[in-house]
């Protein structure tokens, strides 16, 4: 039954996302009228209940461990995936500083200010631990509707890079920390000053996140090494698929088995096979592989939205209005800490320079999402109400951002006047905020890789201007672990594109007696 509901509920939203896209309601965001729908569907059932009709509140529960190993994995994974394009590694070191250092900044000012408020008999009382692990949780960031706007109104894609960058980074980022407080609470840190409490924790997000890292990274590098030897399954695209599918769960299971995060190593695993491992994949396999990904991650997301709206209905709350009032605003507070000192630093090194229209936007831009709220109901605290008290929290700041913070970007970004001259001009009704439909209408040309030598030499490695990384990756790496497609390859790869393309369509056209001349005769 479980399964059952879990299955209607992902069905009745997507008909929902399917009726926003067909009568064009793009200024609504799908996680915004998903989320309505399960607050929606979570009435319902409360009223079923009450009618003693029904009682489904086993099976509309929903489950942490069911989403740190079913949902969110291809979640981060496709967001790594995805990150082949754009400017993503020149704007490395901004996005890992505001990522790492950040969201770090974040959770100890929100974590702080609740521990010494709760010491001041302002709000409830938290200790120490369990106030940096709401202070970790919250940090995380979904701006899901502000990127699509960003996309829409064409605003500086460096702005769109650092806000979509560090999102993705800054997920993982999170769950580390609150992983991290969550081992500081397992221990009894009674006996320890506050220094070494700090060292400690400081040692253990150190290993869990560059050894998670490493292992993700190596494990990417492993699978773009036998993809680039073994060259004859290109020829069977469902052994090539499989493969990608193994390894795109494969660091996961093993960062978690050997006490690391499978989060932060399925993150960097995608970005390394984005840019290694999908160069050597058949054309058909390549557009399976994209495709496949994002449907899996909007079922997921799609899946986890839905169940947040319904959570308002489907677990007893413990609400108080001076804990929530006081949580916003050093919610606001962290994130402004966070982004402009840093942005302000960043600026004596950068060559494009991060404005102070910029700066607010990517301040305002910090909605929180599914994230936190999985992990408030994964945290193991005691006694009950100080768990309930932290997942109410949790919920209302999530629909606050979503709702009032992400409602209010585009006029923002209208008021302030940071959208390209272009997108000034057009009509209101051309701005799509549908991720759905702009990310699964059509394959993106850089997701089909068909350079063959020469082109790759004339393409990249003549190239002057490159610096760094980018050097040291177009002139040795990218070699190394990336085929270059002969002529044969070439003309192999896109002769299975056609042949699987056409088949259908062509027999389709041949009709019941089988010969395509005797149709035409017919027409």
Not at 186 to 194: A, C, E, F, I, Q
Not at 206 to 222: N, P, Y
């Amino acid at each position: 039954m479980t399964i059952f509901f879990t299955l209607l509920v992902l069905a009745i939203c997507i008909i929902l996302v399917h009726l926003l896209i067909r009568y064009r309601l793009h200024f609504l965001p799908e996680s915004v009228a998903v989320v309505s729908l399960g607050i929606l569907m979570g009435a319902v059932i409360k009223i079923i209940e009450f009618k003693k009709l029904a009682n489904w509140k086993e099976e509309e529960m929903f489950r942490p461990n069911m989403f740190f190993l079913l949902l969110l994995p291809p979640i981060i994974f496709e967001s790594g995936y995805s990150l082949h394009k754009g400017n993503f590694f020149q704007n490395i070191g901004s996005i890992t500083l505001f990522s790492v250092f950040g969201t770090a900044i974040s959770a100890f000012v929100v974590g702080g200010g609740i521990y010494f408020l709760g010491q001041a008999d302002v709000i409830s009382k938290l200790n120490m631990t369990d106030s940096f692990a709401f202070g970790s949780l919250i940090s995380a960031v979904d701006p899901v509707a502000t990127i699509a706007i960003f996309n829409a109104l064409h605003v500086d894609p460096v702005l769109n890079m650092l806000v979509f960058g560090e999102s993705i980074l800054n997920d993982a980022v999170s769950i580390v920390l609150t992983n991290t407080a969550e081992g500081l609470t397992r221990k009894n840190m009674s006996d320890v000053s506050g220094w070494q409490t700090f060292l400690q924790a400081l040692g253990y997000f150190l290993k869990m996140f560059f050894g998670s890292a490493a292992l993700g990274t190596l494990t990417g590098l492993i699978s773009a090494l036998i993809s680039f030897h073994c060259d004859e399954h290109v020829k069977t695209p469902s052994l090539e698929f499989g493969m990608m599918i193994i390894f795109a769960y494969l660091p996961y299971g093993l960062a978690e088995g050997i006490s690391l995060s499978g989060i932060m190593a399925i993150l960097f695993s995608g970005i390394v096979m984005s840019h290694y491992t999908h160069h050597n994949l058949s054309p058909v396999t390549q557009i399976l592989m994209q495709q496949t990904l994002r449907t899996v991650a909007f079922l997921c997301e799609t899946c986890v939205f839905a169940f947040l709206g319904l959570s308002i209905f489907s677990f007893p709350h413990k609400f108080e209005i001076s804990f929530v009032v006081w949580c916003i605003v050093l919610v606001l507070f962290g994130r402004a800490v966070n982004i402009f000192p840093l942005s302000y630093l960043l600026n004596f090194f950068r060559d494009h320079k991060i404005t102070p229209k910029m700066m607010f936007i990517m301040w305002f831009s910090g909605l929180r999402g599914a994230i936190p709220y999985a992990l408030s109901l994964h945290l193991d605290l005691e006694p009950m109400e100080k768990r309930q008290l932290i997942g109410t929290t949790t919920i209302i700041i999530v629909l606050f951002t979503i709702l009032l913070l992400g409602g209010s970007t585009m006029p923002l970004i209208r008021l302030m006047d940071i959208e390209d001259a272009k997108a000034r001009r057009r009509n209101k009704k051309d701005v799509n905020l549908s991720k759905t439909e702009k990310m699964g209408n059509t394959v993106e040309s850089e997701h089909l890789s068909e350079l063959t030598e020469e082109e790759y030499e004339a393409h990249y490695i003549r190239r002057q201007d490159l610096k760094g990384f980018l050097w040291l990756d177009v002139k040795y790496l990218n070699p190394f672990f990336t085929r270059r497609l002969t002529q044969e390859d070439l003309h192999h790869g896109r002769i299975q594109m056609k042949t699987l393309t056409n088949k259908w369509y062509e027999e389709v056209r041949q009709g019941p007696s089988g010969s395509e001349d005797e149709e035409q005769e017919l027409l």
